[in-house]
């Protein structure tokens, strides 16, 4: 069937009035100290996320309102009041005294999507620790790299993922002081070295005054991949705040009784600022569901939880488009009204699929983790142009670049024209700094112009289209992966000479980890050998990260400078020219 290329919107789509529907006048009003006059702050000018999130509700008519519904993984279902959820977080931040730590030392989460997650991580906000939740999926070296990097002194996990992660390489940590434990099924735990997590919060009160940081304090540090060397730690700031009860007013259309579900994991940014922050700003109830995804589970969510606004991602998407049509009418979904995506391009068929599923089309919105926050979206008001990420929000200044040799940069203004994506400094939940790495923050700006390392096309309407990434980062399943990375732990089994990696397109994932290697002298190539590759980098990496796929090649293409080709290896591996290789060592 042919569809149109833009779905218009019109008053009559809306169940509930948008809080923007002039896209220029409400842009050209718009300033960020009216956002900060929406939030409550402490005195001094200090600014506290969890104090924004929780406590202002707690103390307020909302207290008895749900904040979250807990979805186990076994079918229990938990709820936390904003009251509920005040106290146990002032346990937490109010029992970490006992540990002696301080304001600014950073607590690390590694667990599933479990209430203590939550408590842990608004919790230590409010002591003013930085907290960073890392992916339960990730295996023992992504986990100690970033603890390491971090300077972690807390962290708070489960019984079994420390067991499985963690405790191994537990001597190679020793700025980790503090390990707090969640038990299997409630049970207590007493692993050497650790700390019971219901026992420590025994040793909290219920009431604790929440640290007032200021602004630019430091809050949360969520890792990050580049091509080359390791994870980038990208910090934000208290600050973030601001933007994050903006774009969840502009972006995702938050109103008060809402039930909202944001399907990402907080171990990735979207996770943490959607996840966790932005519907608590806005003081409405958010599911949690502790479970994978599963298509039956996840339509029976939408409906017996009524969720009204869903933030998902494409892979989940088109997950749910591969198990069928008869699914999705097997329920219905009375209040359900807005649908957003992130994490990689949306294909013009899942917007429409929304449309066949549910009535509702479903909004691509454009971030990243340096960003803190959504800054290119399709707002509910607004006509979709399917397959375009949308506009910039109000307060954020977007443009495309060139880069020129001499380091500075021309701004690509042509419509149509392919650019990377830029933002104007200035929006409150920019980065300020990679952990440690001064010199790549710094390259990441051009004078007043933030560069993302994507490139876009935006069109004579002022709408962005994802062309793609500058570099070599992949994305897969929605996670940003690192080949470097993957390329160090390939390069630890004892077989393997060199290693390069690239994500190559895949249908459900967007893109598959794909490994080519070149073995020692006296190894060769077979079955068994690429299968203990594989198990061994899913062994160090965990499932989400380490390569799906893997070639065995007599040598890898580099550069004479000794660097692996991995713009070379992939356009072998997909058909395509092979561009410019006058770099190419020849052997
Ligand atoms: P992360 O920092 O893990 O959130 O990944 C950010 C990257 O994901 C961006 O730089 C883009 O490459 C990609 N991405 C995020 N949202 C979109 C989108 N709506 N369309 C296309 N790519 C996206």
């Given at each position: 069937?042919?569809?149109?290329?833009?779905?218009?919107?019109?008053?009559?789509?809306?169940?509930?009035?948008?809080?923007?529907?002039?896209?220029?006048?409400?842009?050209?009003?718009?300033?960020?100290?009216?956002?900060?006059?929406?939030?409550?702050?402490?005195?001094?000018?200090?600014?506290?996320?969890?104090?924004?999130?929780?406590?202002?509700?707690?103390?307020?008519?909302?207290?008895?309102?749900?904040?979250?519904?807990?979805?186990?993984?076994?079918?229990?279902?938990?709820?936390?009041?904003?009251?509920?959820?005040?106290?146990?977080?002032?346990?937490?931040?109010?029992?970490?005294?006992?540990?002696?730590?301080?304001?600014?030392?950073?607590?690390?989460?590694?667990?599933?999507?479990?209430?203590?997650?939550?408590?842990?991580?608004?919790?230590?906000?409010?002591?003013?620790?930085?907290?960073?939740?890392?992916?339960?999926?990730?295996?023992?070296?992504?986990?100690?790299?970033?603890?390491?990097?971090?300077?972690?002194?807390?962290?708070?996990?489960?019984?079994?993922?420390?067991?499985?992660?963690?405790?191994?390489?537990?001597?190679?940590?020793?700025?980790?002081?503090?390990?707090?434990l969640v038990g299997e099924k409630g049970r207590e735990t007493s692993l050497p070295d650790t700390l019971d997590f219901g026992r420590f919060m025994s040793c909290g009160t219920d009431v604790f005054d929440t640290v007032p940081t200021?602004?630019?304090?430091?809050?949360?540090?969520?890792?990050?991949?580049?091509?080359?060397?390791?994870?980038?730690?990208?910090?934000?700031?208290?600050?973030?705040?601001?933007?994050?009860?903006?774009?969840?007013?502009?972006?995702?259309?938050?109103?008060?009784?809402?039930?909202?579900?944001?399907?990402?994991?907080?171990?990735?940014?979207?996770?943490?600022?959607?996840?966790?922050?932005?519907?608590?700003?806005?003081?409405?109830?958010?599911?949690?569901?502790?479970?994978?995804?599963?298509?039956?589970?996840?339509?029976?969510?939408?409906?017996?939880?009524?969720?009204?606004?869903?933030?998902?991602?494409?892979?989940?998407?088109?997950?749910?488009?591969?198990?069928?049509?008869?699914?999705?009418?097997?329920?219905?979904?009375?209040?359900?009204?807005?649908?957003?995506?992130?994490?990689?391009?949306?294909?013009?068929?899942?917007?429409?699929?929304?449309?066949?599923?549910?009535?509702?089309?479903?909004?691509?919105?454009?971030?990243?983790?340096?960003?803190?926050?959504?800054?290119?979206?399709?707002?509910?008001?607004?006509?979709?142009?399917?397959?375009?990420?949308?506009?910039?929000?109000?307060?954020?200044?977007?443009?495309?670049?060139r880069r020129l040799q001499d380091g500075s940069i021309s701004l690509v203004e042509a419509p149509g024209e392919e650019g990377e994506l830029a933002l104007k400094k200035g929006w409150p939940s920019m980065m300020r700094g990679y952990?440690?790495?001064?010199?790549?923050?710094?390259?990441?700006?051009?004078?007043?112009?933030?560069?993302?390392?994507?490139?876009?096309?935006?069109?004579?309407?002022?709408?962005?289209?994802?062309?793609?990434?500058?570099?070599?980062?992949?994305?897969?399943?929605?996670?940003?992966?690192?080949?470097?990375?993957?390329?160090?732990?390939?390069?630890?089994?004892?077989?393997?000479?060199?290693?390069?990696?690239?994500?190559?397109?895949?249908?459900?994932?967007?893109?598959?980890?794909?490994?080519?290697?070149?073995?020692?002298?006296?190894?060769?190539?077979?079955?068994?050998?690429?299968?203990?590759?594989?198990?061994?980098?899913?062994?160090?990496?965990?499932?989400?990260?380490?390569?799906?796929?893997?070639?065995?090649?007599?040598?890898l293409p580099k550069t004479r400078s000794g660097k692996i080709m991995r713009r070379l290896l992939k356009a072998r591996e997909l058909g395509l020219p092979e561009g410019d290789i006058s770099a190419l060592e020849q052997s």
């Amino acid at each position: 069937m042919d569809r149109p290329a833009v779905i218009r919107k019109t008053a009559s789509d809306w169940r509930v009035a948008p809080h923007w529907h002039d896209y220029e006048a409400q842009r050209a009003d718009f300033s960020w100290d009216d956002v900060r006059r929406e939030l409550e702050g402490l005195p001094g000018g200090a600014l506290n996320i969890a104090h924004e999130a929780v406590d202002r509700h707690a103390r307020g008519p909302r207290r008895h309102h749900p904040a979250f519904v807990f979805l186990g993984e076994q079918g229990q279902r938990d709820v936390l009041t904003y009251a509920e959820l005040a106290t146990l977080t002032n346990r937490f931040a109010s029992a970490l005294a006992s540990l002696g730590v301080h304001r600014g030392d950073t607590l690390f989460v590694l667990s599933g999507r479990i209430p203590e997650l939550y408590i842990a991580v608004l919790g230590s906000l409010k002591a003013g620790m930085v907290v960073s939740p890392l992916f339960s999926a990730f295996g023992p070296e992504p986990v100690a790299t970033r603890l390491t990097l971090g300077a972690g002194r807390v962290l708070v996990t489960t019984e079994s993922l420390y067991q499985r992660k963690v405790e191994g390489l537990r001597g190679h940590l020793p700025q980790l002081e503090h390990v707090l434990l969640v038990g299997e099924k409630g049970r207590e735990t007493s692993l050497p070295d650790t700390l019971d997590f219901g026992r420590f919060m025994s040793c909290g009160t219920d009431v604790f005054d929440t640290v007032p940081t200021f602004p630019e304090d430091a809050a949360l540090l969520h890792f990050t991949s580049g091509t080359t060397g390791k994870p980038k730690g990208a910090q934000h700031v208290h600050k973030a705040v601001l933007m994050h009860w903006m774009t969840g007013k502009y972006a995702l259309d938050l109103h008060p009784g809402d039930i909202y579900w944001c399907t990402a994991d907080p171990g990735w940014v979207t996770g943490t600022s959607y996840g966790i922050i932005a519907p608590l700003l806005h003081g409405i109830t958010s599911v949690i569901d502790e479970g994978e995804f599963d298509a039956e589970r996840w339509y029976r969510i939408l409906q017996e939880e009524g969720v009204s606004v869903w933030y998902t991602a494409p892979t989940a998407i088109r997950m749910l488009m591969k198990a069928g049509m008869e699914l999705a009418k097997a329920r219905s979904f009375p209040q359900l009204r807005f649908i957003a995506s992130v994490g990689e391009p949306l294909n013009p068929e899942a917007v429409w699929w929304g449309i066949d599923a549910f009535s509702l089309a479903i909004h691509d919105n454009w971030w990243q983790t340096e960003t803190g926050g959504i800054m290119i979206a399709n707002a509910p008001a607004f006509d979709i142009k399917p397959g375009s990420m949308g506009r910039p929000l109000p307060g954020v200044e977007a443009g495309l670049v060139r880069r020129l040799q001499d380091g500075s940069i021309s701004l690509v203004e042509a419509p149509g024209e392919e650019g990377e994506l830029a933002l104007k400094k200035g929006w409150p939940s920019m980065m300020r700094g990679y952990l440690g790495e001064a010199a790549r923050y710094r390259s990441c700006f051009s004078g007043e112009w933030y560069l993302t390392g994507d490139l876009a096309r935006r069109d004579a309407d002022g709408y962005y289209w994802f062309v793609g990434r500058s570099d070599d980062v992949i994305k897969s399943a929605g996670h940003l992966i690192g080949p470097f990375e993957v390329e160090s732990a390939l390069l630890e089994h004892p077989a393997v000479a060199e290693a390069g990696v690239i994500g190559k397109p895949h249908e459900t994932l967007g893109e598959l980890v794909k490994a080519f290697v070149s073995l020692r002298h006296g190894f060769e190539g077979s079955e068994a050998l690429r299968r203990d590759i594989l198990g061994h980098a899913r062994k160090r990496l965990g499932a989400a990260v380490a390569p799906k796929e893997l070639d065995f090649l007599p040598s890898l293409p580099k550069t004479r400078s000794g660097k692996i080709m991995r713009r070379l290896l992939k356009a072998r591996e997909l058909g395509l020219p092979e561009g410019d290789i006058s770099a190419l060592e020849q052997s």
